[in-house]
């Protein structure tokens, strides 16, 4: 299993025991302030670190009680003239760590071109506030310029939600670098109301001071380039810039105090009452910060701060300047974007399903080059503390999924989707891996069958790639979070991918997979694919069986593919739209489902059709125009393909329901009955594991046909509408705003739900370019019941006309490694695979700079020094009892090591022959003592094989080749022989080093 995004911490030396902490409790902690005159009702912030609810670690605080704060505290970073993927990003990785008390402290140095960041956040009770302590070590032994932006999110632009400056220490509305605090409020009822939700103020550092404020910045975007805006949504995201020079090998620092307050409106406070109270904390904290707690150093490593003015003030008591400070630790454990190149010579960045076909029918490629590709762009982007985090694990028999395609498509299989690695949403039963849902209540629990679906991949011929990560039990549309770290998006790394199927998504979005199986039942489908430029179809209801998942909303919940193109959509649902005759759920589309979805997929589908657009349907809850706009100018290609677009009423209301019982528990139930090997027994324990269930409970017979039927009656109500309208086909978006950063809250971007998932219509998700700030963006097509294959053709007639789908730069190709390049033999061999990757872990090597030479025979010294190699045996002593092994020959140690092992014994007459060229049977007879002297035990996963030249195999070889056969270490010759005294080819060796390596991994 892969692990999770945050590993290998290293607490922090006690000098820098600064830990950077927030005193919330481990998810959330009250915090009772007192002032002067006025006492605060006890508040609770959320920080993310690296536990639940979300995982972020970024450090900053998601929420409060009072809504003071949304995902504030954050910090982004610019390093002048970097070009690395991650300048600018949101940061996070620090592995923040709670003492239980109130600080959170950092364990990882976060390196960015090599300056390290690490945060200490700590609350104090008595004020509610929190002082966030940041510092910035340059590692290197040249200087370097950075910019940092503390700050994040206060408020949407949603009615009372918006937020807006109160005052700053000035007395104005403009924040600049002669202020000392800033303070935000949201008014209830135009300027100086009530604030809405709790008020919140923040200290600069000292005003008017060189080192303190440079600018303010746009935090929701870059805010290095892009200026903090007054109105609107993007005016709740507020940056604080400053601008740091970094000596070689030297830190420096930023402090920042946040105090919060109650909503004025809900706790029926005096309008300004608790605003004047923030802003007198936050007076007080910038007269007399309190870092008494902080070592010498790190107080004198402040660049924000004026350090004669704080020892005027008394507020530390020694002179000090930060010329010469390194502060201890605060480079330790650093985290850095890993530097990976991959062993794959084909490349398989932005490839669809039939482009992947292609090249493996040509000869081009083969699914082991494909699969080992999609292996190393995991490692290189997705894992870590700095990476994508859309994929749970990797399935430990992907490789061996991938030799078994090569194998067959050589044998002449033909299966539609032969080799082609898919991952699966960690809901949906896999029986080679653990099937968790993100949760830890589940992370060791595997089914012991295949998901309908999955089961229906396998039989075409796909490659069951790994789970991809979620929404913990998918019960998130708007983030992915679950117990194994968040999911990040795949074209900007600081902003939500999107949920439940965020995983799926980013992961096909980013090439660490052909394509994903994800599920919806409100926007789980269509908000992910629309953030990743994406194809996806949430059918007609039962249009696919939702057998095998994990449930959220019974009946409601579907299951369905995520792809980079119509034409791969198409044929994985030719392989997974096919009716499951023990799902009682899927009988609403018998009759109905297509056979040959291709056919759909044409060019003038659109001709003569007519397009409606519902009344408010581009509408952004967010107030915001750049995405619609940018969608409706999208538009023109409909009209290119032949359609009529038309502006039509608002959908119907939905029916009234008139059913009972609790659908979530319903699924549970009923999943739990399906899985009794798991490990639970009833649905609370699943859905209420630390609290009592206080829910309808199980739903009868009578109930869940009733809910059938209420969307069965949905459904033609929205086909009579849609007849009254003269409309063939409705048109919606996507998101229709810009997508938040992941550290905020609900909702992460501007949703307006079609009806599919409410009433079980088809929707074709497809994209449609980028908005006004280059994020994608894309529309859905929603039709009557069964037209799932008119939509499809719908979609494809306007995409042969725009195009919409865009490639993330965030994620390029990555480099071969520089020997295996360098080979010219070796790019169409079948074999490529397994030389690549011996070659990568210096098992083997060329037998030139150019060439490898893989049809050239073994010799008997060249087999077991592989073998050596593979137990990284010492290469130092070469002394054998053997004549014929001079010592100094590059073989002697591995001959040694395999004589005392017991691999090899030689000849009668004392030699070992190692120039002798190595036979098949003397092959597998190593093999199998090296199996042997490791404790590799294995049940073969192939049939015993009657060699037709079994009588010419040497008794002393007959059981090992019969073992080595039977685990797919050495497979026959044409003809069905084994050919026992023929030469071992370097490719073929290749090929069994490769496997044994694997069983014993």
Excluded at 138 to 152: D, K, L, M, P, R
Excluded at 508 to 515: K, Q
Excluded at 884 to 894: C, F, L, T
Aim: with cysteine; glycine share 8%.
């Amino acid at each position: 299993m892969k692990k999770t995004l945050f590993k290998n911490k290293l607490y922090m030396t006690a000098a820098l025991s600064l830990s950077l902490s927030l005193s919330i409790s481990a998810i959330s902690m009250p915090l009772t302030a007192q002032a002067a005159s006025a006492s605060v009702v006890d508040d609770s912030w959320v920080v993310n670190y690296t536990k639940a609810p979300t995982g972020l670690d970024t450090g900053s605080v998601r929420s409060t009680d009072s809504r003071a704060l949304m995902g504030f505290g954050g910090i982004r970073m610019h390093v002048i003239g970097s070009d690395n993927l991650l300048d600018g990003v949101l940061l996070r990785g620090f592995g923040l760590t709670f003492d239980g008390v109130d600080t959170y402290s950092s364990t990882n140095a976060v390196t960015i071109d090599g300056v390290a960041v690490k945060r200490e956040i700590k609350l104090d009770k008595s004020n509610n506030s929190g002082r966030f302590f940041d510092t910035f070590t340059n590692t290197t032994n040249e200087t370097i310029y950075v910019e940092v932006a503390f700050g994040g999110q206060l408020g949407y632009n949603t009615s009372t939600n918006q937020s807006a400056i109160s005052t700053t220490s000035s007395g104005d509305a403009t924040i600049d670098n002669t202020d000392h605090w800033v303070s935000f409020y949201t008014p209830s009822d135009g300027e100086g109301s009530a604030s809405f939700n709790g008020p919140s103020a923040t200290t600069i550092g000292t005003g008017g001071f060189v080192g303190s404020l440079n600018r303010t910045g746009n935090f929701l975007r870059d805010p290095f380039t892009n200026p903090l805006e007054r109105t609107g949504d993007e005016a709740n995201h507020y940056g604080l810039i400053y601008s740091l020079e970094l000596p070689p090998q030297q830190t420096r620092s930023l402090a920042h105090f946040v105090v919060t307050g109650q909503s004025e409106v809900s706790a029926e406070l005096a309008a300004g009452s608790q605003v004047k109270l923030v802003q007198t904390v936050a007076e007080e904290l910038s007269e007399h910060p309190d870092f008494s707690d902080l070592p010498t150093g790190a107080v004198c490593s402040l660049s924000n701060y004026d350090l004669d003015a704080l020892v005027t003030a008394s507020v530390i008591d020694a002179d000090c300047d930060n010329t010469d400070i390194m502060l201890p630790g605060a480079a330790t454990n650093p985290v850095t974007t890993p530097i990976v190149s991959t062993t794959s010579l084909y490349d398989v960045t932005g490839k669809t399903i039939t482009e992947l076909l292609a090249d493996m029918e040509s000869g081009k490629t083969n699914a082991q080059q494909v699969t080992k590709a999609y292996i190393d762009r995991i490692a290189a982007y997705d894992e870590g503390p700095l990476g994508l985090n859309s994929v749970i694990m990797i399935a430990p028999d992907a490789m061996q999924q991938a030799r078994e395609a090569d194998l067959a498509r050589a044998n002449g299989d033909t299966r539609p989707l032969l080799g082609i690695p898919i991952l699966v949403k960690d809901i949906i039963d896999t029986k080679n891996m653990p099937t968790t849902g993100g949760s830890d209540l589940f992370r060791d629990y595997q089914s012991l069958e295949d998901a309908w679906q999955v089961a229906k991949l396998r039989e075409a011929g796909a490659i069951i790639f790994g789970k991809a990560n979620l929404a913990e039990f998918a019960r998130d549309g708007h983030f992915s979070f679950s117990a194994f770290g968040p999911v990040w998006n795949a074209f900007d790394p600081s902003r939500s991918s999107i949920g439940s199927s965020g995983g799926s998504a980013v992961a096909v979005a980013s090439s660490f997979a052909a394509a994903a199986l994800g599920t919806q039942t409100g926007d789980s489908l269509w908000g992910p694919s629309g953030a990743a430029s994406l194809f996806s179809l949430r059918g007609t209801d039962g249009m696919q069986s939702t057998a095998g998942t994990m449930p959220l909303t019974i009946i409601q919940d579907y299951t369905g593919m995520i792809a980079r193109s119509l034409p791969d959509l198409a044929l994985l649902l030719e392989a997974t739209a096919i009716g499951n005759p023990n799902d009682p759920y899927d009988d609403v589309s018998d009759g109905h489902r297509p056979t040959d979805w291709q056919s759909f997929l044409r060019e003038d589908a659109l001709e003569g059709k007519v397009i409606g657009v519902p009344a408010g349907a581009f509408d952004d809850p967010f107030g915001t125009s750049g995405t619609s706009d940018a969608m409706r100018a999208q538009f023109v290609h409909f009209v290119e393909a032949g359609a009529t677009i038309k502006e039509i009423s608002a959908p119907p209301k939905a029916p009234t329901r008139d059913f009972t019982g609790d659908t979530r528990y319903e699924g549970w139930s009923q999943w739990i009955e399906a899985h009794p090997d798991n490990p639970y027994t009833d649905p609370t324990q699943i859905m209420n594991p630390t609290s009592t269930y206080t829910g309808a409970g199980a739903m009868t017979e009578e109930a869940l046909q009733a809910f059938e039927n209420y969307r069965a009656n949905y459904r033609e109500l929205l086909h009579n509408w849609m007849d009254e309208e003269g409309v063939d086909v409705l048109l919606f978006p996507t998101e229709l705003s810009d997508i938040h950063l992941n550290d905020s809250i609900q909702p992460s971007f501007g949703r307006l739900d079609p009806q599919s998932s409410a009433s079980g219509v088809p929707t074709v998700i497809f994209p449609a370019g980028v908005n006004d700030h280059d994020q994608p963006i894309g529309f859905q097509l929603q039709g009557k019941a069964y037209s799932d294959g008119d939509l499809m053709g719908y979609a494809y007639a306007y995409t042969a006309q725009s195009n919409g789908h865009v490639q993330s730069s965030l994620t390029p190709s990555l480099t071969p490694l520089p020997e295996l390049a360098a080979f010219t033999d070796i790019s169409n061999h079948w074999a490529v695979q397994y030389i690549s990757d011996l070659v990568a872990d210096g098992v083997v090597k060329g037998t030139s700079v150019t060439e490898f030479s893989p049809s050239q025979a073994m010799t008997r010294g060249m087999f077991v020094t592989l073998l050596g190699r593979m137990n990284q045996v010492s290469d130092e002593d070469g002394s054998t009892s053997f004549t014929d092994v001079n010592s100094s020959a590059y073989y002697a140690p591995y001959v040694k090591w395999a004589e005392q092992a017991g691999i090899v014994a030689g000849f009668a007459d004392g030699t070992f022959a190692p120039g002798k060229m190595i036979s098949r049977q003397n092959a597998a007879v190593m093999i199998d003592r090296y199996l042997s002297y490791k404790g590799i035990t294995v049940s073969g996963s192939q049939e015993a094989v009657g060699f037709a030249d079994h009588s010419d195999i040497a008794a002393y070889a007959a059981d090992a080749v019969q073992t080595v056969q039977k685990l797919g270490i050495m497979s026959g010759m044409p003809n069905n022989r084994f050919a026992p005294t023929g030469n071992i080819l370097r490719s073929e060796t290749a090929k069994i080093i490769s496997i044994v390596l694997d069983l014993e991994q």
